[in-house]
C-alpha cells in the first residue's frame, strides 16, 4: 500500500504542544529511579512544584498524602525571559533573541 510511505508534510499550526516519553523514562520517574535530579528555576519560584495546584480527589482531607519530589535540590537563578508576542509596547532596555522555536523571547534580565 503506497499509503504507508506517504512523506506528506502535516501542518503544525494548530499544535499547542507536545509531550513525549519514554516508557523506561517515565518508570524511572515513577519508581523514583536513576540518577539524583536537581530543579533550575526562576528565582522566587523554587517551591513552585512543592506547592503544586492543590488538585486531589478530596479537597478538604487534611490528612491527603503528598508525593515525594523528583529534585533533591533546587538552584534558582536570576533571570527573567518571556515571549515577545505578549508585549505590545517597544522597550530599547530588552534584548530580542529568536528562540529554538524561531519565537521571539525577551531577556529581560540574565543571570
Do not use: H
Amino acid at each position: 500500500d503506497d499509503d504507508d510511505n506517504d512523506n506528506s508534510v502535516v501542518s503544525t499550526k494548530n499544535i499547542g504542544s507536545i509531550r513525549m516519553g519514554t516508557t523506561v523514562a517515565t518508570n524511572a520517574l515513577l519508581e523514583r529511579a536513576g540518577s539524583p535530579l536537581a530543579l533550575v528555576i526562576t528565582k522566587g519560584f523554587g517551591d513552585l512544584l512543592e506547592i503544586g495546584n492543590q488538585a486531589r480527589p478530596n479537597i478538604f482531607d487534611l490528612t491527603c498524602a503528598k508525593p515525594s519530589l523528583l529534585y533533591c535540590e533546587v538552584l534558582e537563578v536570576d533571570e527573567r525571559v518571556t515571549l515577545d508576542k505578549y508585549y505590545t509596547t517597544e522597550d530599547s532596555t530588552v534584548e530580542i533573541v529568536k528562540g529554538l522555536t524561531g519565537e521571539n523571547v525577551r531577556i529581560g534580565r540574565r543571570p
